[in-house]
């Protein structure tokens, strides 16, 4: 593998690492969270090496040509047959162009082989790289607390920030005397099933293998970024929809936070929202909603004495529905988990008919694939499902509404 090729390979793989540390610590996993920071910074040795024979080989005038990551945090690979990633890249391929009804290993890295429906599992390689493409792309993963799982259900015991009481004072080699009943709350995740198909042309089995795999990893990336956002919004929604009515309304649910939220709350919107705030100016025609100086790519609206982080997304990840623009306010991290399986399987027919599409009458071949995972709330106090009324809409009387 070239150096520059396998620096950005590096460093893909360590941000994955620490992002998934990261997400074990919070759910307080720390043998697992121990594990992958061990594993960060074993990747973080290598990419110290490798910048270091790329500074030679640069300063000696044999500069290793290698295209750009087209996205952040993506890599590209390279045909290499000593690569783990082109190993799973060469036998998915191959069970593609099989109609995945081959499911041989193909090196020490593979995990795959057929799930309890049949179906191809996708190599864990491949895997990694999908969940590198579906964090490429902006998504309310971004916002909540995402828990990997490789269980199909279980529980989890949380304390909620009003529920922490303190240690009390012990001296040494004395008793634990009585103490308050502790506070917690359990959380249960039930792992489900999700599913899609895709259509692909006769033609594209004939292609190449990283053009087959590329195909499969960018669908199957992109179906579980926006399953994920459903999920998460069906979470918000099963809360009492709040109408903050105007911007004196969400510095009042600001405030209902209370302390423990309202330091780390922001509020998120979609394109309608960011019309609407963008249009608020205050007694003196300054405008409210303005850019973090600190870093401009960030909005914040000034609400009163304070100013509040502002997050927007497009309508088409949050809708505005009967003309309800969203915000929700709030620290959806202590209020959302997310239960991620990572797990990825797919089936194959050039018969099948799905809706009005008929693969064989068209000469193609469609693709169903599948992914595990569970949305559940955490905490719903810390945040507010709240909306405003898009300007052309008449307001509710009563400012609540039970969805």
Known sequence: MKLKQKLYDLLGRHKAKVAEAQS?????DLERAEALTTEAQTLSGEIERVKALLAEQERYGGEDPVEEPVQKGITIQTENPEDGYQQAVKAFAQAARERFYSQKAAGSMMQEGVDADGGYTVPEDI???????????????????????TKPSGRRTIKKRGQHQGF???????????????????????????GGYLPVTNELLEDSDNNIAAVAQQWLADEARVTANKEILAVIAAKTAKDMKDLDGILRAWVGLGSAFRAVSKLITNDDGLLWLGTLKD????????????????????????????KTYDNDTIPT???????ILGYLKEGVVYWDRRSFSVKVSDSAVVGSFNAFEQDMTIWRGSLRDDCTAWDDSAFINGYITAPDTPAAPDGEVTK
């Open 168 to 194: 009390a004072t012990v001296a040494e080699a004395a008793k634990f005397g009585k103490v308050a009943t502790p506070q917690f709350t359990t959380i249960s995740y039930e792992i489900e099933k999700r």
């Open 24 to 28: 074990a610590l919070e759910g307080g």
């Open 283 to 310: 007694a003196n025609g300054r405008y409210l909603l303005t850019p973090n100086p600190a870093n401009p790519q960030q909005l914040r609206l000034c609400v009163g004495p304070h100013t509040l982080p502002v």
């Open 127 to 149: 895997v990694t790289r999908i969940i590198e493409l579906r964090g490429a792309k902006e998504s309310l993963l971004d916002e909540v607390h995402v828990i990997p799982t």
């Open 321 to 327: 529905t009967d003309g309800k623009i969203p915000m």
